[in-house]
């Protein structure tokens, strides 16, 4: 029996649809294994700070105190930052699958 060219663009989106959930799962899954791996940084980073604010109440030099300060500000900032920056990726990623879902449904509303 022969496929109408219909039915051959609906399997091959159903192909393509299936790919992309793998590949998506696939992502998914290692992106959960960097949020762990960025909280763990998250409370190494935090420990740090606290550690480099310990240690700059014994120091009499301004200029140390002002860097280590710094140190700490700057590093605390692109952990911060780092934080957020997941956060957005993975709300971008849960939106494109939204859209991409839709599509689908759109595409076999046609047929």
Request: contains cysteine; glycine residues 0%.
């Amino acid at each position: 029996m022969t496929m109408l060219p219909h039915m051959i663009s609906i399997q091959l989106t159903l192909t393509l649809f299936n790919l992309n959930h793998i590949i998506n799962i696939a992502i998914c899954s290692r992106r959960i294994d960097f949020y762990a791996v960025q909280t763990e940084k998250l409370a190494y980073f935090y420990n740090m700070k606290k550690i480099f604010l310990w240690c700059t109440t014994y120091y009499t030099d301004v200029s140390a105190n002002f860097l280590m300060k710094l140190t700490v500000l700057l590093l605390s900032a692109a952990v911060y930052l780092l934080f957020i920056f997941v956060i957005l990726f993975t709300i971008a990623c849960t939106m494109r699958q939204w859209i991409i879902a839709e599509d689908a449904i759109y595409l076999f509303d046609y047929y």
